[in-house]
């Protein structure tokens, strides 16, 4: 069964430094592995996607994540933290085994920006 | 612009009323989610379709029931079976399989 993990529910970084939000998962297939943010009250936006094409992932808004298959993990980072990057992140997989299209999502991490 | 429309935006129900919320994509995709967000939870999906005139349950689909007669069009009715339906709900579309989900702006549903 495909999953994934998300090691921090809550980050709190200042305006300026680096952000790093981290990801697991498990599959035992090729992973599609995408990052999406939700601000409050709204859906939620694509950052990025992995799908196999190249290990190091650029995504909109100065977003990137590396896919490390040996440990299985997909952390997203950022240089230098803007205010309006404050919002909940999803690491999510999709579920191949289920032919379906399902996405299955972490729990999700919330990000602090303190000025 | 395309995009995903949900409505309404906030939705109360009283009890054992069946409630219908609204969700129209003009992307042009084939399949269409929904999905229900509780707080401090990640998404679960409640209803996919694929294509038209079908779809298939998913991991919570007990209390909602669903409609596709239409490709841009994935209504879903929250039933007086549904005994805590208070959450978030999120509706999504994409091209087909394993392609990016693209989500509209949610309906948030309330007891009264």
């Known amino acids: 069964a495909q999953s994934v993990t998300q090691l921090d529910s809550h980050v709190s970084v200042s305006e300026g430094t680096p952000v790093l939000l981290r990801c697991n998962y498990s599959?035992?297939?090729?992973?599609?592995l995408f990052w999406y943010v939700q601000h409050p009250n709204k859906g939620l936006q694509l950052l990025l996607k992995?799908?196999?094409?190249?290990?190091l992932v650029k995504g909109i808004n100065g977003f990137e994540a590396e896919f490390k298959k040996s440990e299985t993990s997909f952390h997203l980072t950022k240089p230098s933290a803007h205010m309006s990057d404050a919002a909940e992140y999803f690491c999510?997989?999709?579920?191949?085994?289920?032919?379906?299209?399902?996405?299955?999502f972490g729990q999700g991490t919330t990000l602090q920006v303190k000025p | 612009d395309g995009g995903i429309t949900q409505s309404p935006k906030y939705l109360f129900r009283k009890e054992g009323q069946n409630v219908t919320l609204s969700c129209e994509q003009n992307?042009?995709?084939?399949?269409m989610y929904w999905y229900r967000q509780d707080p401090g939870q990640g998404l679960r999906l409640i209803y996919y379709?694929?294509?038209?005139?079908?779809?298939q349950k998913g991991d919570i689909a007990e209390g909602y029931s669903v409609s596709r007669e239409k490709k841009e069009s994935f209504p879903l009715t929250v039933t007086s079976a549904q005994k805590n339906p208070t959450a978030f709900y999120l509706c999504?579309?994409?091209?087909?399989?394993?392609?990016?989900?693209?989500f509209g702006d949610g309906t948030r549903l309330s007891i009264l």
């Open positions: 999504a579309s994409s091209l087909g399989q394993y392609q990016p989900q693209h």
């Open positions: 599959s035992s297939y090729s992973p599609s």
């Open positions: 992995y799908t196999s094409a190249a290990t």
């Open positions: 999510v997989v999709s579920d191949v085994s289920s032919n379906t299209g399902k996405l299955i």
């Open positions: 992307l042009n995709h084939d399949a």
């Open positions: 379709s694929q294509i038209v005139n079908d779809f």
